[in-house]
């Protein structure tokens, strides 16, 4: 499965963008899909995710309120809407997929697959 990441751009504190996670070769059938971003000599963080199990969503603390992940199968995405973004959610934006246990959602090491990331900055 390939990933394809889009939808990122410049934007200033309180817009909102959204970024869409496209599957091709495959699809995202048995897969969770989740979202994490990467900033300047940070380490990968944990946005949300949708996990196959259940099909839940969950959504990491510092955008908990603000991002919402939702995902369409019949169009093969998942989407994640950010609102209300600020500076600090400046980043690089990766979609990954795999089959993490709940507990390890928000591992990235729990992905298989990753697209190739999409860059969001946020201007004060």
């Known amino acids: 499965v390939q990933l394809q990441a889009s939808g990122g751009g410049l934007v200033q504190a309180g817009g909102s963008l959204r970024l869409s996670c496209a599957a091709s070769?495959?699809?995202?059938?048995?897969?969770?899909v989740g979202w994490f971003r990467q900033g300047p000599g940070k380490e990968r963080e944990f946005i949300a995710a949708v996990a196959v199990t259940n099909m839940r969503p969950y959504i990491g603390d510092s955008v908990k309120g603000r991002f919402t992940i939702s995902r369409d199968n019949a169009k093969n995405t998942v989407n994640l809407q950010m609102n209300s973004l600020k500076p600090e959610d400046t980043a690089v934006y990766y979609c990954?997929?795999?089959?993490?246990?709940?507990?390890?959602?928000?591992?990235?090491?729990?992905?298989?697959?990753w697209g190739q990331g999409t860059l969001v900055t946020v201007s004060s």
């Open positions: 990954g997929a795999g089959r993490p246990i709940i507990s390890s959602i928000s591992r990235p090491s729990a992905y298989y697959y």
């Open positions: 070769g495959g699809t995202f059938s048995g897969y969770s």
